[in-house]
């Protein structure tokens, strides 16, 4: 089991019965004496992620004057069951109010909180369990919605005609928040502050899509795990959905555009784009799959810069201090901007920015391997599963097939004649855990 966990390089009993000396074959040995099932994960455990929560001591919150938004209604909205809420959203007339949880209350820098976030990176989410990058407690005093009265980070601003970002402010703050579903939402589109809040939206979406934001749709499911049983459920497309994701991304322009103008060193995020790209909002499965090929991937850096995939001159995250370490840096700087503290140096922004996403690709790569498994799992679980693929892209005798139902890529034997985007009907004929091979054929 130890080498099958990646916990040791060799085992006597794989020697002796002559295995190869590897994780997968440890995996694979072990499910065929069926000491262990398709509910065994491995694969966080044998990156190394961390998978016991935080055990350490918070400090008492400090005292401090705040402005007062509790008279503004403020929703936080997120998926239900969601348990870190750490973003929600007011409107004052047409000015948006972008309210985060004030992570530095209780993890300011240097405090234990703060470097045990540090070398985690990042909150660790399966679709068995959660490993929160903060303690539980942290969470339970901080969390939007989760207590009467909230301390929050707001990012207050204003769109122009054209959807530019503008009148920055940022404070501490008291909220009031009401917690809210997507579903919701969804329902009440119609209705104030939704309805205003979705137009800016809208308008701050138009503007990225004109200075070349890159738009990819591809299909998502949510993997449950619950007695023994793997579940998949395909995430709808909700306009709410797109409403918060835009307010998050204003939040985080206009943090950049504040550090900016304040020449505040910053955990600026940037993305460069293949000058080449024709087609940046592509409408075919196809189209999706080769153009997220070609994307270089996102960088931080102390130095501002265009984050071309996003389609913004400048920009910073900042909506998640609770499960990204990234995004509690920022709001660690911001803190000691406004209260006339000591503010980091870039070389100390790149060093902490650093040493945290080592942690966080970590727990990335755990995260997608986990989703591999247990969609492999629930396959494993449905012998019989027939469906449709649509081909993304073709190297004869073989393709690429997309399962949306699965949100799963899968190599396939296709004819001669069969064109990219083609929908296939596909059924499966096996499963392979310890490779992460599914195996379908076409018919």
Not at 103 to 110: D, E, H, S
Not at 119 to 143: C, D, F, K, S, V
Request: net charge negative; hydrophobic share 40%; proline share 8%.
């Amino acid at each position: 089991e130890e080498v099958a966990w990646g916990q040791r390089e060799q085992s006597r009993i794989l020697q002796a019965l002559d295995c190869q000396q590897n994780p997968g074959s440890a995996h694979a040995l072990l499910l065929r004496l069926n000491h262990w099932s398709e509910l065994a994960n491995p694969w966080p455990r044998r990156i190394g992620a961390i998978l016991e929560p935080p055990a350490i001591p918070l400090p008492d919150p400090p005292s401090e004057s705040r402005l007062d938004l509790t008279g503004l209604p403020a929703f936080a909205i997120d998926d239900e069951g969601n348990r870190d809420p750490d973003d929600a959203l007011s409107l004052d007339g047409n000015r948006l109010w972008v309210h985060v949880a004030d992570a530095t209350v209780l993890a300011p820098p240097g405090s234990p909180a703060d470097e045990e976030a540090r070398t985690r990176g990042a909150t660790l989410y399966l679709p068995e369990t959660t490993i929160p990058m903060l303690p539980t407690a942290a969470i339970e005093q901080l969390g939007l919605g989760l207590v009467e009265v909230s301390p929050a980070l707001s990012f207050g601003l204003n769109l122009d005609v054209e959807g530019k970002v503008t009148d920055v402010e940022i404070a501490p703050t008291w909220v009031r928040v009401r917690r809210v579903s997507y579903q919701e939402v969804e329902r009440r589109l119609d209705e104030e502050p939704f309805r205003t809040l979705h137009e800016l939206a809208q308008r701050h979406r138009e503007r990225r899509r004109i200075n070349g934001a890159i738009f990819i749709d591809l299909p998502e499911v949510k993997i449950t795990v619950s007695d023994g049983r793997v579940g998949l459920e395909p995430l709808t497309r909700l306009r709410s959905r797109l409403l918060v994701a835009e307010a998050m991304l204003m939040a985080g322009e206009a943090a950049a555009r504040f550090a900016l103008e304040r020449e505040l060193p910053f955990p600026f995020t940037t993305q460069d784009i293949v000058a080449d790209v024709a087609e940046r909002e592509p409408s075919s499965l196809a189209a999706m799959h080769t153009l997220r090929r070609s994307l270089r991937p996102r960088q931080y850096s102390s130095q501002p810069g265009p984050h071309g995939g996003l389609g913004l001159e400048v920009y910073a995250q900042v909506t998640s201090p609770l499960r990204r370490y990234l995004d509690l840096v920022a709001h660690q700087q911001l803190r000691a901007f406004l209260d006339n503290g000591e503010v980091l140096d870039a070389q100390a922004i790149v060093a902490r920015v650093g040493a945290a996403e080592i942690a966080a690709q970590g727990v990335r790569r755990a995260e997608r391997l986990s989703r591999e498994h247990w969609t492999l799992a629930y396959l494993q679980q449905h012998p019989g599963w027939k469906g449709e693929g649509v081909l993304v892209e073709k190297r004869a005798p073989r393709g690429s097939v997309l399962i949306p139902p699965l949100a799963l890529e899968a190599r396939v034997k296709v004819g001669e004649n069969v064109t990219p985007d083609s929908v296939l009907p596909l059924r499966l004929t096996g499963v392979d855990l310890p490779a992460r091979e599914a195996y379908f054929r076409v018919g």
